[in-house]
T-cell receptor
Framework: RKEVEQDPGPFNVPEGATVAFNCTYS??????FFWYRQDCRKEPKLLMS???SGNEDGRFTAQLNRASQYISLLIRDSKLSDSATYLC???????????????FGKGTKLSVIP | DTAVSQTPKYLVTQMGNDKSIKCEQN?????MYWYKQDSKKFLKIMFS???????INETVPNRFSPKSPDKAHLNLHINSLELGDSAVYFC??????????????FGAGTRLSVL
């Protein structure tokens, strides 16, 4: 099983639609979780952190299910500007090194169509 | 003011050459990273430095040598460039926030093309 797995898409949705992405991770010791957004030919940027209690930021809602080891991102009322690749990111302590490491999923591509 | 800046933005070079990419962050972060993003868009960590000390060194050819003169800089030197080294290389720095975890800030990337 890959460390962090996402459906690569592409997801082609009309403006105004609701779209959901899922991500699964294999390391049960993972401690923190994020969604990053990467626009074409740009660097990844933090979209939101993901908490066990779930969190919402405007049209975006992120959920974490530790028991099943998956993370989700829900985008409501999609805008053209939401078109990007969404990267699921998992943070785990590196045993014995006293440090942590981010592992990125390969990303899910979203295209919002007029 | 760019928080994480890397130079050059584009690098086109011949096989066998040696090249360097520089990265600087003005965020006061203790940890810096190099990532490689290949043509399939997979972002993979290469190295991580914490306060100038190497803490992550993934399976990367030893032609790649990172150097951190101080905690605000992390440079990447590549010897004997090969065609397969063509990719986008991202520098990043991170801040640990209690309750939020390790949040990373990326540079704009260096697009390396080896001919």
């Amino acid at each position: 099983r890959k460390e962090v797995e996402q459906d690569p898409g592409p997801f082609n949705v009309p403006e105004g639609a609701t779209v959901a992405f899922n991500c699964t991770y294999s390391n049960s010791a993972s401690q923190s979780f994020f969604w990053y957004r990467q626009d074409c030919r740009k660097e990844p940027k933090l979209l939101m952190s993901v908490y066990s209690s779930g969190n919402e930021d405007g049209r975006f809602t992120a959920q974490l299910n530790r028991a099943s080891q998956y993370i989700s991102l829900l985008i409501r009322d999609s805008k053209l500007s939401d078109s990007a690749t969404y990267l699921c990111v998992v943070n785990a302590i590196i045993s014995g090194a006293g440090s942590y490491q981010l592992t990125f999923g390969k990303g899910t591509k979203l295209s919002v169509i007029p | 003011d760019t928080a994480v800046s890397q130079t050059p933005k584009y690098l086109v070079t011949q096989m066998g050459n040696d090249k360097s990419i520089k990265c600087e962050q003005n965020l006061g972060h203790d940890t810096m990273y190099w990532y490689k993003q290949d043509s399939k868009k997979f972002l993979k960590i290469m190295f991580s430095y914490n306060n100038k000390e190497l803490i992550i060194n993934e399976t990367v050819p030893n032609r790649f040598s990172p150097k951190s003169p101080d905690k605000a800089h992390l440079n990447l030197h590549i010897n004997s460039l090969e065609l397969g080294d063509s990719a986008v290389y991202f520098c990043a720095s991170s801040l640990w926030r209690p309750g939020h975890g390790n949040i990373q800030y990326f540079g704009a990337g260096t697009r390396l093309s080896v001919l």
